[in-house]
């Protein structure tokens, strides 16, 4: 290899090293100060791996150029822990007590048939039967009170044994089919709330007391601002691979992540407000539209313990998707408790994979 063509590999190569670099300072920068790190978080699993590929590239030719990436790597290993998990289940300690929660952004049971699979919802039912979940969260449900197949909130209770429920609204049509946030569970549920967020239609947080015999909890269910991208957009990104995209869309791209960005910054904040302020040990479960590298992220792994990097392993992806596999789906739990196990399952009944976690207390 020309010594040219190396110099130019080692140009790249520290290029790609200054952008991890600034994938770190994501997490604690908030977007309304400077959005553009945002991005750079986003995209700090792919940069990880072309930093590890230079190592051993550099390796192999003996060179000492993979001390820029591999110095980068060790220095920002604590933030690449969030990323990247390598823990495994553990057994619960003696005398406490095991809680399954589920989390599962259903994408409303598939209403409008995008998997274009006719059963789609009445698989995520009978997976959800399979698991057993003392709990479940569910952000984008839906219920329709006249269509008995439909009745989503009643098939639950009756047929899934689910006797205590929280439901709250985002959108009611014709007064019979609603879409909301909600939280089904075997254990009596107190204190029902909603926290509206300001200027967004279909996002909320939800929280209620779960009376368990033990402890009593505080279960915040948690759907934070989407991008929004539409159509128009995923092709967007289909093109950018084969041609240049042209700059309108580029520019209408980046003005949704901005304000993305910016608004779950300010929900993250809110829901911190209220995770402080409860006299339980907390619980948050959700669709938090944002990756362990973000500034939402980081405002709740300050406060709790994120359940996946406590026993989990691998990226965790729980985003299905037309973009990449992101982990954006979390289970965030007090100090206090324990986290035992954590399952990613992989179906694609809706665009996100259900979580499911087993908690000691």
């Given amino acids: 290899m020309g010594r040219f063509i190396k110099s130019i590999l080692l140009v ?37 791996l072309i930093n590890v590929i230079f190592v051993f590239f550099w390796l192999m030719l003996r060179k000492w150029y993979l001390i820029f990436s591999l110095t980068i790597i060790v220095f920002g290993w604590k933030n690449i822990s969030k990323i990247v998990a390598v823990n495994s289940s553990e057994l619960l300690e003696e005398g406490r007590a095991s809680l399954k929660i589920m989390t599962y952004n259903v994408q409303n049971f598939d209403l409008y048939n995008w998997t274009e699979n006719e059963e789609s919802r009445d698989n995520m039912l009978q997976l959800i039967k399979e698991q057993d979940p003392d709990i479940i969260t569910f952000q984008e449900f839906y219920t329709d009170e006249d269509d008995e197949n439909f009745h989503n909130i009643k098939l639950l209770v009756n047929e899934l044994d689910y006797k205590h429920f929280h439901f709250e609204k985002t959108l009611t049509l ?8 909600a939280t089904f569970s075997r254990f009596p549920l107190s204190n029902k709330n909603r926290v509206d967020i300001d200027g967004s239609r279909g996002n909320l947080i939800t929280y209620c007391d779960v009376e368990h015999p033990r402890k009593d909890l505080r279960l915040f269910n948690v759907h934070l601002q989407s991008i929004g991208f539409g159509k128009n957009d995923y092709k967007f990104f289909k093109k950018f ?25 300010e929900q993250a904040e809110l829901l911190g407000r209220y995770i402080d302020d409860s006299r339980f040990p907390v619980v948050v479960c959700g669709d938090f539209n944002d990756t362990p590298l973000s500034y939402v992220y980081n405002q709740l792994n300050k406060r709790l313990k994120d359940s996946y990097r406590e026993v989990g392993f691998g990226l965790g992806g729980t985003y299905a998707g037309p973009l990449p596999s992101f982990r954006i789906d ?32």
Avoid: M
């Fill in 241 to 265: 691979s084969v041609q240049n995209p042209d700059i309108e869309s580029s520019k209408n791209i980046l003005k949704k992540l901005r304000e993305a960005y910016i608004k779950r910054a």
């Fill in 330 to 361: 979390y289970v965030f739990v007090d100090s206090q408790i324990q986290v035992s196990d954590f399952d990613i399952i992989k179906e694609n009944y809706s665009d996100h994979y259900p979580v499911s976690v087993v908690l000691g207390i």
């Fill in 174 to 181: 014709k007064e019979k089919n609603h879409w909301g946030l």
């Fill in 12 to 48: 790249v190569n520290l290029l790609f090293v200054v952008a991890l670099a600034l994938s770190y300072w994501a997490p604690v920068t908030n977007p309304s100060d400077f959005w553009h790190l945002a991005i750079f978080g986003i995209l700090a699993p792919y940069l990880l």
